[in-house]
């Protein structure tokens, strides 16, 4: 497992190395998932190293949070409590201030990367953000 979550960071560095201009101000507006009516899937690499990510925090399970936002924003600050773990959607997604989305041409690469972890970790495809780090946080 620890060399699977070692690829997906190593997708995040080569998406963070591409020549696209983008960058998260964090402004958090994508993370209120009840608002945006957009909700990042994860594929099980991806959910492990969140969830391992999480459990570095010392929390042992993903926060309830009945506003609708992302369960892994801390309440008391409104910050992502994984930022430098945080999955691929959330990094390639739709805020406009941080530069618009990924066309995926030219992330599909890193896609299929993700979904080669995916499959060999046993997995069955991108699933919701929720599903996918509560699962993968019982598997750890």
């Known amino acids: 497992m620890k060399t699977a979550l070692d690829e997906v960071r190593k997708i995040y560095a080569d998406l ?3 020549p696209v201009d983008r960058n998260c101000v ?3 507006e994508c993370c209120h998932f009840k608002l945006t009516g957009r909700t ?3 594929t099980k690499g991806e959910a492990l190293l ?3 990510a ?4 010392g929390r042992r399970a993903l926060p309830e949070n ?7 924003l801390e309440n008391e600050t409104g910050n992502c409590l994984i930022y430098d773990s945080r999955p691929f959607g959330c990094r390639t997604h739709f805020c406009a201030a941080a530069g618009g989305p990924y066309s995926r041409r030219e992330v599909i690469d890193l896609i299929r990367r993700l979904e080669a972890i995916d499959e060999s970790l046993g997995g069955t495809g991108p699933r919701l953000l929720q ?3 509560a699962d993968a946080l019982g598997d750890l």
């Not at 009945?66 to 892994?72: D, H, N, T, V």
């Open 16 to 18: 963070a190395a591409r």
């Open 26 to 28: 964090r402004l958090k």
């Open 40 to 42: 990042p899937y994860l």
């Open 50 to 52: 969140a969830a391992s």
């Open 54 to 57: 999480l459990r570095a925090t």
């Open 66 to 72: 009945p506003s609708g936002a992302c369960p892994l």
């Open 131 to 133: 599903n996918a780090i």
